[in-house]
């Protein structure tokens, strides 16, 4: 049990790094119950949220983060 909540944790780290999925997506997409269980395991795990994980950690260009989209011109 303990392996496959650390194989969640790692797909939640990812996703989180690298997109700009809400929250409850990434849970979902990372095989947690909810969201709530997913912050419950990061909070026990890493010692952080997955909101502060992401904003120390993203990858994801600022405007992907913040859901803007380009302006066309």
């Known amino acids: 049990m ?3 909540l650390d194989q ?3 797909a ?3 996703l989180l790094e690298r997109t700009d999925l809400p929250m409850p997506e990434v849970a979902r997409r990372a095989s947690f119950g909810s969201e709530v269980t997913m912050r419950q395991h990061f909070a026990s ?3 952080t949220s997955p909101r502060a994980y992401r904003a120390a950690f993203s990858t994801a260009p600022v405007s992907e983060t913040a859901g803007s989209k380009p302006i066309a011109r």
């Open 2 to 4: 303990s392996w496959l």
């Open 12 to 14: 939640a780290q990812k």
């Open 45 to 47: 795990r890493l010692a």
């Open 8 to 10: 969640r944790i790692a």
